[in-house]
């Protein structure tokens, strides 16, 4: 069975820093491919951060220079740094492999908030 557990979101001051969590179970996390995705109020899920099982990143615009995407595989884990939030960052964010996993399931995923 499938598991996503997003976590480490909060409410921060514009500036600030958070690190999330996702651990992931049922799946043989080391060769799988990781994003983040985030979601904000009225908008459509957006991916932000890819790594694959090698540890190659890539990131969205939005994001590039603030936000860094790793992982544990030893604990089936995948992180994200962000540093340097700002206010267009509120949003959930989520996990998932890549492609996403079928049929579709997602995490409960965890709210970042940034105040101005």
């Known amino acids: 069975q499938v598991q996503l557990v997003e976590s480490g979101g909060a409410l921060v001051q514009a500036g600030g820093s958070l690190r999330l969590s996702c651990v992931a179970s049922?799946?043989?996390?080391?060769?799988?491919?990781m994003e983040w995705y985030r979601q904000a109020p009225g908008k459509q899920r957006e991916v932000i951060a890819t790594i694959t099982g090698g540890g190659r990143t890539n990131y969205a615009d939005s994001v590039k220079g603030r936000f860094t995407i790793s992982r544990d595989n030893a604990r089936n884990t995948v992180y994200l740094q962000m540093n340097n939030l700002k206010p267009e960052d509120t949003a959930v964010y989520y996990c998932n492999t890549k492609p996403v996993i079928w049929p579709p399931y997602w995490g409960q995923g965890t709210q970042v908030t940034v105040s101005s």
């Open positions: 049922g799946i043989i996390f080391s060769i799988n491919t």
